[in-house]
């Protein structure tokens, strides 16, 4: 490729490829892990080339360098020129000034992002370089945080925490090539990412819009979540195919204070056990719906070291549940649960509840409820069940 017909870029983006992935289990690096047909690298660097044009540098385990060689030009295709592999360090920050030494000479903005957000879409890398073109030093692309925050101390909450001065970053993180190379010069420790480094040594950062399919691949679950935006956005003879998830809880009589079951109170009842408030209900609907969007299980996400979950009721889970799978590219069509139980007695207060569940999940939910004529831990009157089908489809 030749100088005359391609201009030379003024822009380098670093992808950081050289971490381990213990916590993602799945026996490689994590940027080496298969997603579809392709690695978590090879679709990360679809969105890098999909971006502005920019001189690419990888950065790969050691042992890794001629594997993600390989997966670089494959994706740069005739941009392939513009692709280099370097050997990563012992941390993520080593790693960084290993690909910062490969950077061209007459390159002006450095980009640093982590191949981790494999999905993060070609827009993201546009705005942070308008923004650097405009004449900020440090950008960094962000999200609201929509999560409540607590302080804690230990499993002890201690305080809340105000939302609305936080924001979650993600990468590319863009820099003026000066500004970059001089704080990575008088480093003297790691930072947690690289505009923490630059605001450490006095720039100011500033932060444009991030993108929901930008988040960070750590662990099964990310990467389960991963599949499914890759899913979604696959072809299926030009229409959108739903999905359909099962879902089952079971929770034993035995808690304090009021029951609560499908989203509601049932004063005189005997309260269900769990880290939550039991809703066995709103536990299987959202066991239901993730599973539809291929997002693991309610385990995953509302463990029960989840400490501000402890109590909670069925609108939190819901609408966190909500919130997941929109995130993750689908759009939730219809549930429908059956209630196992002896006591209480749904049929006065069903349309009370299906009203409650629809409203918390953003989409018709429907319950039934049936005895086992006195089969079985729910035919005795020991505890309920729920079962749920959930339906979503991509968007």
């Given at each position: 490729m030749s100088s005359e017909l391609v201009p030379v870029p003024r822009t380098a983006v670093i992808v950081v490829a050289a971490g381990s992935g213990q916590r993602l289990g799945a026996g490689a690096p994590k940027a080496f892990v298969g997603l579809d047909a392709h690695t978590v690298l090879r679709h990360a660097l679809a969105g890098v080339f999909a971006a502005p044009l920019a001189q690419v540098?990888?950065?790969?385990?050691?042992?890794?360098?001629?594997d993600a060689l390989t997966e670089a030009r494959e994706a740069a295709g005739e941009r392939h020129d513009l692709v280099s592999v370097v050997a990563g360090g012992a941390t993520r920050q080593e790693s960084v000034a290993a690909g910062l030494r490969a950077v061209w000479p007459d390159v002006e903005r450095v980009l640093v992002h982590d191949a981790a957000r494999a999905l993060t879409p070609p827009h993201v890398f546009a705005r942070v370089i308008a923004a650097l073109e405009s004449g900020k030093d440090a950008v960094l692309p962000v999200l609201p945080v929509v999560d409540t925050v607590k302080r804690?101390?230990?499993?002890?909450?201690?305080?809340?925490?105000?939302?609305?001065?936080?924001?979650?970053?993600?990468?590319?993180?863009?820099?003026?090539?000066?500004?970059?190379?001089?704080?990575?010069?008088?480093?003297?420790?790691?930072?947690?990412?690289d505009a923490a480094l630059v605001q450490s040594a006095g720039t100011a950062v500033w932060t444009v819009p991030g993108d929901e399919r930008g988040f960070k691949i750590t662990t099964p679950a990310d990467l389960d979540r991963a599949r499914a935006v890759l899913g979604a956005a696959a072809p299926s003879r030009g229409v959108p195919m739903p999905r359909v998830g099962v879902g089952t809880d079971v929770h034993a009589f035995g808690g304090e204070g009021d029951l609560w079951?499908?989203?509601?109170?049932?004063?005189?009842?005997?309260?269900?056990?769990?880290?939550?408030?039991?809703?066995?209900?709103?536990?299987?609907?959202?066991?239901?719906?993730?599973?539809?969007?291929?997002?693991?299980?309610?385990?995953?996400?509302?463990?029960?070291?989840?400490?501000?979950?402890?109590?909670?009721?069925?609108d939190v889970f819901l609408a966190r549940t909500r919130e997941l799978v929109t995130a993750a590219g689908f759009e939730i069509g219809n549930v429908s649960v059956q209630v196992q139980a002896r006591r209480p007695r749904f049929a006065a207060r069903r349309a009370e509840a299906e009203s409650v569940l629809s409203t918390a999940l953003g989409a018709p939910v429907s319950v039934s409820a049936t005895t086992t004529d006195g089969l079985g831990f729910t035919g005795v009157g020991e505890g309920v069940a729920a079962f749920a089908v959930a339906v979503v489809f991509p968007r």
């Amino acid at each position: 490729m030749s100088s005359e017909l391609v201009p030379v870029p003024r822009t380098a983006v670093i992808v950081v490829a050289a971490g381990s992935g213990q916590r993602l289990g799945a026996g490689a690096p994590k940027a080496f892990v298969g997603l579809d047909a392709h690695t978590v690298l090879r679709h990360a660097l679809a969105g890098v080339f999909a971006a502005p044009l920019a001189q690419v540098i990888v950065v790969a385990p050691e042992d890794r360098v001629g594997d993600a060689l390989t997966e670089a030009r494959e994706a740069a295709g005739e941009r392939h020129d513009l692709v280099s592999v370097v050997a990563g360090g012992a941390t993520r920050q080593e790693s960084v000034a290993a690909g910062l030494r490969a950077v061209w000479p007459d390159v002006e903005r450095v980009l640093v992002h982590d191949a981790a957000r494999a999905l993060t879409p070609p827009h993201v890398f546009a705005r942070v370089i308008a923004a650097l073109e405009s004449g900020k030093d440090a950008v960094l692309p962000v999200l609201p945080v929509v999560d409540t925050v607590k302080r804690v101390d230990g499993d002890a909450v201690r305080e809340a925490v105000d939302r609305s001065e936080l924001a979650a970053a993600q990468t590319p993180q863009g820099f003026s090539r000066k500004i970059l190379d001089a704080a990575y010069a008088a480093a003297s420790r790691d930072h947690t990412d690289d505009a923490a480094l630059v605001q450490s040594a006095g720039t100011a950062v500033w932060t444009v819009p991030g993108d929901e399919r930008g988040f960070k691949i750590t662990t099964p679950a990310d990467l389960d979540r991963a599949r499914a935006v890759l899913g979604a956005a696959a072809p299926s003879r030009g229409v959108p195919m739903p999905r359909v998830g099962v879902g089952t809880d079971v929770h034993a009589f035995g808690g304090e204070g009021d029951l609560w079951l499908a989203g509601v109170a049932w004063p005189g009842e005997r309260a269900l056990h769990g880290h939550s408030d039991g809703d066995a209900v709103a536990h299987a609907i959202v066991d239901a719906v993730l599973a539809a969007a291929g997002l693991g299980d309610i385990g995953t996400h509302f463990g029960t070291e989840e400490v501000q979950y402890a109590g909670a009721h069925a609108d939190v889970f819901l609408a966190r549940t909500r919130e997941l799978v929109t995130a993750a590219g689908f759009e939730i069509g219809n549930v429908s649960v059956q209630v196992q139980a002896r006591r209480p007695r749904f049929a006065a207060r069903r349309a009370e509840a299906e009203s409650v569940l629809s409203t918390a999940l953003g989409a018709p939910v429907s319950v039934s409820a049936t005895t086992t004529d006195g089969l079985g831990f729910t035919g005795v009157g020991e505890g309920v069940a729920a079962f749920a089908v959930a339906v979503v489809f991509p968007r």
